[in-house]
């Protein structure tokens, strides 16, 4: 009897992580935001209950800061679709699952500011939301059907999205939206610049967004508070007062400049 109650207490638990209500405000889609479309029963995780929907990538998504996702299998247009929205704890979250999540961008489609779409993936960054529409095909019909999909979804959503220039002052965001990479920790690093990993062993309370280059990469470099400002210096023997607004090179090559207080830019030539 003692095993028959705890096995439904499991039941209910896992129940409730998979099938847990969304706010009113989550972007999820129906046949009223999408026409001649039919759904088959979405499910739904919450924080930690990632892991069983996706366990050999969950680890990433919670350290962005990860709160909720949807996916459904939707036919339309005569294909089958797969669509997942994951809600991040932020903008900046959101942005960061998306660019290490893209890969070899065939094109990027007006749907919103940030999109990436391959022959068999659509992904696009809209405020705090990453969506992935995956078909099995890979055929122009797919893509144009994976557009229209994503189009109803952003359409649900009324919150800004990340803006790249307040890590890029002077920098038009249109220029780097493609190649620049958002870290918070080491799963970020390895997934999206990999070599860079060592670069911020042992560095802490930081996000950094990176624009790789062939002549030079560059890093604009956020800090959650002094403390860890002044850790990842002493990692590079840098000297905390030679810091300011105005770039200065130190003896491992990098010039480094403050853009405000706990914020640093950094460009390494190759």
Known sequence: MRKLIIYSALVLLL??????????????????????????PARTFNGASLFGYIDGGAELYLEYGFSSVWISEIGYMGGKYKA?????????????????????????PPVFTYT??????????????????INGT????????????????VHKITQPSFDLTSYFPGLPAESIKSSAILARGKLGLINGVPDWEEYFKGATGYTVVILPGQEKMVMSVKFKGLEETKRFVALHN?????????????????????????????????
């Open 116 to 133: 990436c779409q391959t022959r068999y993936q659509l992904q696009i960054c809209s405020g705090q939301y990453y969506i992935s529409i």
């Open 238 to 270: 840098w000297e905390m007062e030679k810091i300011s607004s105005s770039p200065v090179k130190f003896s491992g090559g990098e010039l480094v400049s403050e853009l405000s207080e706990n914020h640093l830019l950094i460009e390494i030539q190759k």
């Open 15 to 40: 129940s409730d992580n998979c099938y847990s209500q969304l706010p009113e405000d989550f972007p999820s889609i129906n046949k009223n935001d999408l026409p001649g479309a039919k759904f088959q």
């Open 138 to 153: 890979g055929n122009k019909s797919d893509s144009t059907a994976s557009i229209k999909i994503g189009e109803a979804i």
């Open 84 to 108: 997942e929205i994951y809600k991040m704890n932020g903008q900046e979250e959101a942005f960061g699952i998306f660019s290490v999540s893209k890969y070899k961008c065939k094109s990027f």
